[in-house]
Each structure stands twice: as structure tokens, then as C-alpha cells.
Nanobody, 117 residues
Framework: QVQLVESGGGLVQSGGSLRLSCVASSSIVSIYEMGWYRQAPGSQRELVATITGGTTTKYADSVKGRFTISRDNAKNTVYLQMNSLTPEDTAVYYC???????????WGQGTQVTVSS
């Protein structure tokens, strides 16, 4: 079982930046996929970015060119660097991990990101 703890959320003005961190309770070297998802009030949880196999990244169209996902295996941590934030990025951001392609996902508890206009 993998426990995930997110941090780094907060209140930022439009155009600002934040970096989210997700620390795993065990080594992430062999974890197949890690990612960030978000859920705004009244909306479904949606994919933001994933990193698979350590190097393959995927982004939602709405964040391409603004957000960057990365992982530091030595620190068991995945990051989400968010730049040029807009109020539409306001949501609770969740970290997700899958140990293999067919494994059930593990989720963190979420961290709130609020972007003011």
C-alpha cells in the first residue's frame, strides 16, 4: 500500500505560480505511474498531468505549456510546477499513484489551490 501526502497549495493571484509536492510513503522507483488530478466545486475530478515509466508525461490541454510534472525518486516525491495560474485553475489537487498498469490507484487527501482574479 502507498500513502500519498500532498502539500504546496494555497491562495495566489492570477498570473502567479505554485509548486505542489506529493510525498509517497515508500519508494517510487518502481511505481508505474504517478499523476495529478483536480476537482473544482460541482465538477468531476479531471486529469491534470501524469508521468509514466519515469519519463513519459501527459498533460490536459488546459494546462499544457503552463504546468510541469516531475519526479524525484531519491525523495519519493512528485512535483507539479504551476505557472501563469488563472481562476479556472482553482480546485482541490490530488496526487495519484499506480504501482502497475493494472493496479488499483492510490490517492492523496488533496491540497486546495485558489487563484484570485
Amino acid at each position: 500500500q502507498v500513502q500519498l501526502v500532498e502539500s504546496g497549495g494555497g491562495l495566489v493571484q492570477s498570473g502567479g505560480s505554485l509548486r505542489l509536492s506529493c510525498v509517497a510513503s515508500s519508494s517510487i522507483v518502481s511505481i508505474y505511474e504517478m499523476g495529478w488530478y483536480r476537482q473544482a466545486p460541482g465538477s468531476q475530478r479531471e486529469l491534470v498531468a501524469t508521468i509514466t515509466g519515469g519519463t513519459t508525461t501527459k498533460y490536459a490541454d488546459s494546462v499544457k505549456g503552463r504546468f510541469t510534472i516531475s519526479r524525484d525518486n531519491a525523495k519519493n516525491t512528485v512535483y507539479l510546477q504551476m505557472n501563469s495560474l488563472t481562476p479556472e485553475d482553482t480546485a482541490v489537487y490530488y496526487c495519484k499513484a499506480r504501482q502497475t498498469v493494472i493496479s488499483r490507484p492510490y490517492w492523496g487527501q488533496g491540497t486546495q489551490v485558489t487563484v484570485s482574479s
